[in-house]
């Protein structure tokens, strides 16, 4: 098993993260403010029980903020605030202890100020003890017979499909289709790109599932290199909505879909999610029919709620060889009915009193700890501290419960996002995966 940490400052992740997005802008983008945030230890974690430091920088138009009044609040990682007060900075700059947790986990501290007239704001959170966390959720004992019962009904249906050429997302070095996939007689239906190297040979392949959200297929052509370096690569959405559509329609049909995260999330079996996570599978069985593909080498890679469905496609599917996730989303859905926090779409946090049994249960076959601990590939996992959409707690709960050969890039200053450096990391750990 090898692990690999990489710690990324905050100061150069986040310049990094602005230089791919604005290259022609400064950091902060078009703030007048800038928070420089440094724990005492510089990988941001702590034992239980020890008390973490934090240095604290704030700067106006680039210059030291002077004698500034900074207010705080400290929680749990996406809890309520549990302590406040307030900071002096001199010349822009002070210290805080803000204490320990005696069990593992996250604080986050959540500073603001006022420059100029103008609020500003900043977190940052650290861990105590994470490789300890475990996930709240259960695990149904027919959780296996469960997705066994589904596979084989899936089974029963033939892979049909069709494709078009897409010149525009075509390249010299690798040709676009537009896929589009049924997922059973109920006329759900799953699209994609495909893009598949030219040159007459034979490639490994990538199914790429989407993060959350009912939307067109954004920026296709930003994982080119995957095409035009060799690999088979399918950049599929989950709802049956072409990525041609007009914005209009798009909203109409976040309208009709609404929160589908909750659909029919009274029985595994009517739960929306159902025909997503057998849908990506079937998409394996496309890409493996493909008269390119070499045969052997079949890799799942995404982010958040598309890191997700990376890992429970690979766990679903033995044939696939390597698995990609960014922070994923689903992970230990009912945490919140626990003392900690849950993962996205971040069900009860509002209310507990929705929690059902049935919902439980639910949420508890579908969640991506208990298909973690299923997965037989090498897994890259990265995430970073001050994500509070996919949060550390959960995204530490998929990683600890990984038994298969596994590396993490840990970047502590993201929120929920990737540079694209990690992106390219993520092909180049794929590419190092090839089997001949």
């Given at each position: 098993?090898?692990?690999?940490?990489?710690?990324?400052?905050?100061?150069?992740?986040?310049?990094?993260?602005?230089?791919?997005?604005?290259?022609?802008?400064?950091?902060?983008?078009?703030?007048?403010?800038?928070?420089?945030?440094?724990?005492d230890h510089a990988d941001w974690l702590y034992a239980t029980g020890?008390?973490?430091?934090?240095?604290?920088?704030?700067?106006?138009?680039?210059?030291?903020?002077?004698?500034?009044?900074?207010?705080?609040?400290?929680?749990?990682?996406?809890?309520?605030?549990?302590?406040?007060?307030?900071?002096?900075?001199?010349?822009?700059?002070?210290?805080?202890?803000?204490?320990?947790?005696?069990?593992?986990?996250?604080?986050?501290?959540?500073?603001?100020?006022?420059?100029?007239?103008?609020?500003?704001?900043?977190?940052?959170?650290?861990?105590?003890?994470?490789?300890?966390?475990?996930?709240?959720?259960?695990?149904?004992?027919?959780?296996?017979?469960?997705?066994?019962?589904?596979?084989?009904?899936?089974?029963?249906?033939?892979?049909?499909?069709?494709?078009?050429?897409?010149?525009?997302?075509?390249?010299?070095?690798?040709?676009?289709?537009?896929?589009?996939?049924?997922?059973?007689?109920?006329?759900?239906?799953?699209?994609?790109?495909?893009?598949?190297?030219?040159?007459?040979?034979?490639?490994?392949?990538?199914?790429?599932?989407?993060?959350?959200?009912?939307?067109?297929?954004?920026?296709?052509?930003?994982?080119?290199?995957?095409?035009?370096?060799?690999?088979?690569?399918?950049?599929?959405?989950?709802?049956?909505?072409?990525?041609?559509?007009?914005?209009?329609?798009?909203?109409?049909?976040?309208?009709?879909?609404?929160?589908?995260?909750?659909?029919?999330?009274?029985?595994?079996?009517?739960?929306?999610?159902?025909?997503?996570?057998?849908?990506?599978?079937?998409?394996?069985?496309?890409?493996?029919?493909?008269?390119?593909?070499?045969?052997?080498?079949?890799?799942?890679?995404?982010?958040?709620?598309?890191?997700?469905?990376?890992?429970?496609?690979?766990?679903?599917?033995?044939?696939?060889?390597?698995?990609?996730?960014?922070?994923?989303?689903?992970?230990?859905?009912?945490?919140?009915?626990?003392?900690?926090?849950?993962?996205?779409?971040?069900?009860?946090?509002?209310?507990?009193?929705?929690?059902?049994?049935?919902?439980?249960?639910?949420?508890?076959?579908?969640?991506?700890?208990?298909?973690?601990?299923?997965?037989?590939?090498?897994?890259?996992?990265?995430?970073?501290?001050?994500?509070?959409?996919?949060?550390?707690?959960?995204?530490?709960?998929?990683?600890?419960?990984?038994?298969?050969?596994?590396?993490?890039?840990?970047?502590?200053?993201?929120?929920?996002?990737t540079s694209e450096a990690t992106e390219r990391g993520h092909y180049?750990?794929?590419?190092?995966?090839?089997?001949?």
């Amino acid at each position: 098993m090898v692990k690999l940490h990489k710690i990324v400052s905050s100061l150069a992740a986040f310049c990094i993260g602005a230089a791919a997005l604005y290259a022609a802008e400064n950091y902060p983008y078009r703030s007048d403010a800038l928070w420089v945030t440094v724990p005492d230890h510089a990988d941001w974690l702590y034992a239980t029980g020890d008390s973490a430091v934090i240095d604290i920088e704030l700067y106006h138009y680039g210059m030291p903020a002077g004698e500034t009044v900074v207010s705080y609040t400290i929680g749990d990682d996406m809890l309520p605030d549990d302590k406040a007060g307030t900071l002096t900075l001199a010349d822009g700059k002070g210290r805080l202890n803000i204490g320990t947790m005696n069990k593992p986990g996250f604080r986050d501290l959540r500073l603001k100020a006022t420059l100029g007239g103008v609020e500003t704001s900043h977190h940052i959170k650290v861990g105590f003890s994470p490789e300890r966390l475990k996930a709240f959720t259960g695990e149904p004992s027919d959780f296996d017979a469960f997705w066994q019962k589904a596979l084989k009904d899936d089974a029963a249906f033939p892979l049909r499909y069709t494709a078009e050429p897409v010149e525009k997302y075509s390249t010299d070095k690798m040709s676009c289709q537009l896929i589009k996939l049924d997922l059973n007689d109920s006329g759900r239906c799953m699209w994609a790109y495909l893009f598949i190297p030219k040159g007459g040979g034979k490639y490994p392949a990538v199914m790429c599932p989407p993060g959350a959200g009912v939307k067109t297929i954004k920026e296709p052509l930003r994982h080119r290199y995957y095409g035009e370096g060799g690999m088979i690569r399918a950049e599929i959405e989950i709802h049956g909505a072409h990525p041609e559509l007009t914005e209009q329609q798009f909203a109409d049909l976040r309208k009709e879909k609404g929160d589908y995260l909750s659909m029919g999330i009274d029985d595994p079996d009517t739960y929306y999610m159902k025909d997503v996570y057998l849908g990506c599978r079937r998409f394996l069985d496309l890409l493996t029919s493909l008269p390119e593909w070499d045969g052997v080498n079949l890799f799942t890679q995404g982010g958040s709620q598309g890191g997700a469905l990376a890992i429970t496609t690979a766990a679903l599917d033995p044939r696939v060889t390597a698995c990609v996730a960014n922070h994923p989303a689903l992970s230990d859905m009912t945490g919140y009915l626990s003392d900690k926090t849950g993962g996205y779409p971040h069900h009860f946090r509002k209310d507990r009193n929705e929690a059902t049994a049935a919902k439980i249960r639910t949420l508890e076959m579908y969640d991506v700890v208990n298909f973690a601990k299923r997965l037989k590939c090498p897994v890259r996992m990265t995430w970073g501290y001050n994500d509070n959409t996919c949060p550390p707690t959960t995204s530490y709960e998929v990683w600890n419960v990984i038994t298969s050969p596994k590396e993490a890039l840990i970047t502590p200053v993201n929120e929920h996002w990737t540079s694209e450096a990690t992106e390219r990391g993520h092909y180049d750990w794929l590419a190092g995966k090839v089997r001949k």
